[in-house]
């Protein structure tokens, strides 16, 4: 998509200036061009590449299986339907755990092969030497603590974390530390609505949640499940907003009937 010189567009300078004025940030995920152009031109100001594409766009039980060439590709395509939004890419799994030569050089091909303005890692103080290298490098990052799907196998569970206070004790240190390693912002998911405030009050830098309440400075949700495509997960914190699997399943049996009985297409609809 062209640039348009008279859109303002997102910068982490702008979302900076919107925690310090109190206006909350919203963010949700996309992984395609036809999407993207929807949330961009709907006013979102930061789209988030997940790796949740492994689960809504591939149907893989987890992000684990979802690789850097094909977060590549679903970024790629999302630059080409914004305009003003904040394009943020989640390094996948297995793209930044290793050291952060690994981590810098996987970021570095996000930041050059997709266009987008950010990436995203999960975890706390096993991942600050690799924030640092990425920003050092000239890339924003974006944090993410709390319940972090990568790390599925390790933890059991989809619960909400920090419930137990030796969990938000680590929380609480891993937030400051990810702001002192230089990230721009930090994903909050699941975890109890009064740490997620405590938090985000503490902070300097903005805080997103996700099943994390009312307190953060912004909300992400996964786009999937906010417009009903998906319908079988329905945790506590989603708001759906549209039941879009229902009608299009409607809109799909209409054109079923439609091409059987003969009424599509009719004159107006062929040369
Ligand atoms: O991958 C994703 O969609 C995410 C959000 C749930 C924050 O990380």
Redesign the pocket.
Known sequence: MSVNKEVKRVTTHTLQKMKAAGEKIS?L?AYDYSFARILDGAGVEVI?????????MAGHET?LPITLDQMIYHASSVIRGIERCFVVV?MPFGSYQSNSEIALASAVRIMKETGAHAV?M?GGEEVTDSIKKIVSAGIPVMG?LGLI?QSIYKFGTYEVRAKEEKEAVKLRKDALLLQDAGCFAV?L?KIPAGLAAEVSAKLAIPT?G?GAGNGCDGQ???MHDMLGINTEFKPRFLRQYLNIHEQATQAVQQYIRDVKSGDFPNPQEQY
Do not use: R
């Open positions: 963010m995920t988030l590449v997940g790796d949740s594409a492994s689960n809504v992000t989640d995203k999960e993410h799907p994903v998911e997103i996700i992400v949700l996964v």
